[in-house]
């Protein structure tokens, strides 16, 4: 088919311009998403922290909280196309024209993004924890920032994981968003390429099948990672309060 013909021509014709697409893409998706976990990790810590006993510690812990739950709200609240719209040309318009330079401005823009949304996966996960584990890390001496380090947030992280996953494929979309101010993802090289050869529809055919091979392929990878993490189906448990030579074989049913 012409059809098949023109997308393989597509391909082999201008494959650079696809490959920097494709790493700029997934350059931005990765860092973003990493750096929006530990925006999400620090915001969800503190809102979650126990109310202290100083009265001043106490009223500057609610003033960080209602600035937390105004980026929250903010960030959730509108498309990441237009706060790059307004982060990107805002900066140039307090600089006299001068503007971002445009991969780090997209790596900005996407992690205060997904840190929004984090901060929210992160807060659920530390509350699904149970309350009596946190108490017992009290009961042994441990201060806050010990048990919520080494008993609550280790828990959290394999919690949340799937939600971490998501977001990461959600960032590889979303990064076409950044065409607007000018970033060099995938998206803006297919419009690079269509204004070369005026091939609209074959152009971005091919884009349609590099997210999709991108996002298909990344979730199989994470989802064995995920597998991985939570361990084998079949263990054994060696030892008894009673009888130290007792075991105790488990197998989850299938």
Excluded at 99 to 126: D, H, K
Excluded at 162 to 183: H, Q
Excluded at 217 to 236: F, I, M, P
């Amino acid at each position: 088919m012409e059809f098949i013909r023109e997308v393989l021509g597509i391909i082999s014709q201008y494959y650079s311009y696809l490959l920097s697409g494709v790493g700029y893409t997934m350059l931005i998706a990765l860092i973003g998403t990493a750096a929006g976990f530990l925006i999400g990790l620090i915001t969800g810590v503190i809102r979650t922290a126990p109310r202290s006993k100083n009265a001043v510690l106490r009223v500057l812990h609610k003033i960080v909280n209602a600035i937390i739950a105004i980026y929250i709200e903010l960030f959730r609240g509108t498309p990441m196309m237009v706060q790059a719209m307004v982060i990107y040309w805002g900066y140039a318009f307090l600089n006299d024209g001068a503007t971002l330079p445009l991969i780090p401005a997209g790596l900005f823009i996407v992690s205060i993004n997904t840190g929004a949304y984090m901060a929210e996966i992160v807060r659920g996960g530390i509350i699904s924890v149970d309350r009596g584990q946190l108490e017992g890390a009290y009961s042994v001496g441990m201060t806050h920032a010990q048990a919520m380090g080494k008993v609550v947030i280790p828990q959290v992280l394999q919690n949340i994981l799937p939600s971490i996953s998501n977001e990461f494929v959600i960032n590889i979309k979303d990064t076409s968003v950044l065409n607007v101010i000018g970033v060099t993802e995938l998206y803006y090289m297919a419009g690079v390429i269509k204004r070369i050869n005026l091939q609209t529809f074959q152009v971005y055919t091919v884009i349609c099948v590099l997210y999709f091979v991108l996002t298909f392929t990344v979730t199989r990878l994470l989802r064995l990672a995920e597998k991985k993490l939570a361990g084998s189906d079949s263990y054994t448990i060696c030892g008894s309060g009673s009888d130290s030579q007792a075991e105790i074989h488990i197998r989850e049913a299938q």
